[in-house]
């Protein structure tokens, strides 16, 4: 199965005319539209997007198919996907990661023992953190800086981690 990648998600209808209002996950919102076609999560549906102009967090589009406010507002919650290998390499600087990339990677410490898995990356407003994930065990987040993860090894699916001996996702390793 492919790998998607969600560029905006669809979090309000924008006057009577079918506007929508998008949340972006793209570094700036009004690219959304220049990807091409956009997908539902499962790659079942098809919509094309134009970007018409900002929006306070995003941007306001026009969805082709959708000509008024309840159309608009029927997409509220809909996510939008592109396949993850349209998306350029040449976008991504030094030290820069796609956030879907990360999402599976094995998780160790710098020893080579097992924390977890990356299961998402979630950002709360401090900066990006990766969620970790262990069965049978709570998940737990790890700050997303080159001190606590200075390296990541895409192509052999992991990264590598050193955090604190305090750290509370220890707690979460030695009860496992």
């Not at 959708?66 to 809909?78: S, T």
């Not at 401090?126 to 001190?147: C, H, M, N, Q, W």
């Not at 192509?155 to 509370?168: E, I, K, T």
Request: aromatic share 6%; with cysteine; proline share 6%.
């Amino acid at each position: 199965m492919k790998k998607r990648v969600c560029l905006a998600e669809i979090v309000g209808a924008h006057g009577i005319a079918g506007l929508v209002k998008l949340k972006c996950f793209t570094e700036r919102p009004e690219d959304v539209g220049a990807y091409g076609p956009l997908s539902d999560e499962s790659g079942d549906r098809e919509f094309r997007v134009k970007v018409s102009g900002p929006a306070k967090a995003g941007a306001l589009a026009r969805v082709e198919g959708v000509a008024d406010r309840n159309a608009a507002e029927a997409l509220r919650g809909l996510r939008l996907y592109i396949d993850r290998d349209r998306l350029p390499e040449s976008a991504l600087g030094e030290d820069e990661f796609f956030q879907a990339d990360l999402i599976g990677l094995v998780v160790e410490r710098m020893d080579g023992t097992q924390l977890g898995r990356v299961s998402a990356v979630v950002n709360f407003g401090a900066g990006d953190l990766l969620e970790i994930a262990r069965p049978g065990v709570e998940s737990f987040y790890l700050p997303f800086s080159r001190a606590m993860v200075p390296e990541v090894d895409l192509a052999s699916g992991r990264l590598r981690a050193d955090p604190p001996a305090d750290w509370p996702g220890e707690t979460a390793r030695r009860e496992a």
